[in-house]
C-alpha cells in the first residue's frame, strides 16, 4: 500500500499581500466617505430647508383653517380670529386665533376658544395677513331728519317797549305755582319742535319745577294740565345768595305738530316752604301777547282777571331747536372677504419664506377691508 503525499499550501507573496492592504484602505475610506456625507444630509433644524419645511407646516394648518371660516372677529396684519363649524361636539361653532406678537424670534401661538395658547411655530421672523374681498355699494334715497341751530323761542327780561315796569316777587310752593303763556314762531318746513331749556329769575330757597305745556287753546291762555315731556327740578338751596337765573334742560320735550304756536311755561313748587319767581308788572303796559298767571289753589283757580292780563310778566326764557326733513342720498356698502393672503418665514435665512394666498369658500361679510 503507498502513502499519499501531503499538499502543501501556496502562501500570499509579499506583492500580493500590499496590494490587498492597499485596496482594504480605499474601500474603507469609500465607506467613510459615505458615512460623513450620509449625515450631513440627516435634517439638524438649522438649514433653509428645514425653515422652509416648518414654516410650510405652519401655513398648511392655517390655510385649512382660513378656508372653512363663517365668519371674523379679528383681522389684522399679525393676528386673526374666526369662527368655524363646531369640532368640539357641543354643538357650537369654535373659535380660532392665529397670534404673532410682531417681535421677531417670537413664537407663533394657536389657540382655540379662548383657551390657552399653544406654541405652532417657533422662531418667527415674520408673519403677515393681508386681505382681499369684494365691496358693493348701494345707494339710495331717504328722508333724513335734521335739526336746526337752537333758536331763542321767547323771552320777557327788561320789560316792555318805553315801559320797564316794577320787578316783583310771587311766591312758589306746592299750592302756588306760576305760568307765563307765550306763541312759538315755527321755521317754514319744521316737522317737529323741541324745547331744550327755560330759564326764570326766582329765589331758590326750596324745589320747584320748570316744564313746558300746551295752552287749552280756549282763548283763555291757560296751561293743560299735562307737561310736555319731563319737568326738569330745580333743587332748592338752604340759604341763596339771593334772587338768580336758573335754568332748566329738557330731554323729551318734543311736539310734532310746530304749526300749533301756543304755549305756557309752568312754575311749580314743590315743597310747601315757598320759593318765589320774579315777574315785571305796569298799569300802562301794552299787550304783547304774554299773559302771566298764578294760582293759589294748585291749578283750581287762575289769576288775573281777564282785563287785567297784559299788565305783567313773568321774567323768562324759552329757547329750543326745530326738526325738519331732508332728502339725502345714503350709501350703503357691504364688504365679503374673499381671500387670505399669508407670508410666513422662520429662521435666519432670509430665502426660507413661505407664501400662500387662501380662498374663503363662505365669503362671509366683513366690515371694512
Not at 299750592?175 to 319744521?190: H, Q
Not at 314743590?270 to 304783547?288: G, K, M
Request: proline share 5%.
Amino acid at each position: 500500500m503507498r502513502r499519499g503525499v501531503p499538499t502543501r499550501r501556496r502562501a500570499f507573496t509579499l506583492v500580493e499581500l500590499v496590494v490587498s492592504v492597499a485596496v482594504m484602505a480605499v474601500v474603507m475610506g469609500a465607506l467613510g466617505s459615505a458615512m460623513v456625507i450620509a449625515s450631513r444630509a440627516l435634517p439638524d433644524g438649522t438649514s433653509a430647508v428645514d425653515s422652509i419645511m416648518t414654516a410650510y407646516d405652519a401655513a398648511e394648518q392655517l390655510t385649512g383653517d382660513l378656508s372653512t371660516a363663517q365668519t371674523f372677529s379679528l383681522k389684522t396684519t399679525t393676528a386673526i380670529e374666526f369662527q368655524v363649524a363646531d369640532r368640539t361636539n357641543d354643538g357650537i361653532a369654535d373659535t380660532l386665533r392665529y397670534e404673532w406678537s410682531g417681535t421677531a424670534g417670537d413664537p407663533l401661538n394657536f389657540s382655540i376658544n379662548d383657551g390657552t395658547a399653544a406654541t405652532l411655530v417657533y422662531d418667527v421672523q415674520e408673519f403677515n395677513l393681508s386681505y382681499a374681498g369684494l365691496t358693493e355699494s348701494t345707494t339710495t334715497t331717504e328722508q333724513v331728519a335734521t335739526e336746526s341751530p337752537e333758536y331763542p323761542l321767547s323771552s320777557f327780561v327788561t320789560g316792555w317797549p318805553l315801559d320797564p315796569g316794577v320787578v316783583n316777587q310771587r311766591a312758589i310752593s306746592t299750592a302756588e305755582w306760576s305760568s307765563e303763556f307765550f306763541r312759538v314762531t315755527p321755521l317754514a318746513e319744521a316737522t317737529a319742535l323741541r324745547f331744550t331749556r327755560a330759564r326764570v329769575r326766582a329765589f331758590p330757597s326750596a324745589s320747584f319745577s320748570v316744564a313746558i305745556h300746551r295752552s287749552r287753546n280756549d282763548g283763555t291762555y291757560l296751561p293743560e294740565a299735562a307737561a310736555i315731556g319731563t319737568p326738569y327740578i330745580i333743587n332748592g338751596v338752604a340759604s341763596p345768595s339771593g334772587v338768580m337765573w336758573v335754568t332748566g334742560f329738557f330731554t323729551d320735550s318734543r311736539v310734532t305738530d310746530p304749526t300749533r304756536t301756543d304755549y305756557c311755561l309752568v312754575v311749580k313748587g314743590l315743597q310747601a316752604t315757598a320759593a318765589s319767581v320774579e315777574y315785571r308788572s305796569s298799569s300802562s303796559a301794552p299787550d304783547n301777547a304774554l299773559y302771566y298767571f298764578w294760582t293759589t289753589d294748585s291749578g283750581s283757580t287762575w289769576s288775573p282777571r281777564s282785563k287785567d292780563l297784559h299788565k305783567q310778566d313773568l321774567i323768562f326764557e324759552v329757547h329750543g331747536v326745530f326738526e325738519s326733513m331732508t332728502t339725502s342720498e345714503v350709501t350703503t356698502s357691504r364688504y365679503t372677504l374673499k381671500t387670505v393672503n399669508v407670508a410666513l418665514r422662520t429662521g435666519s435665512d432670509a430665502t426660507a419664506r413661505v407664501v400662500t394666498s387662501v380662498p374663503i369658500f363662505n365669503t362671509p361679510e366683513v366690515p371694512a377691508l
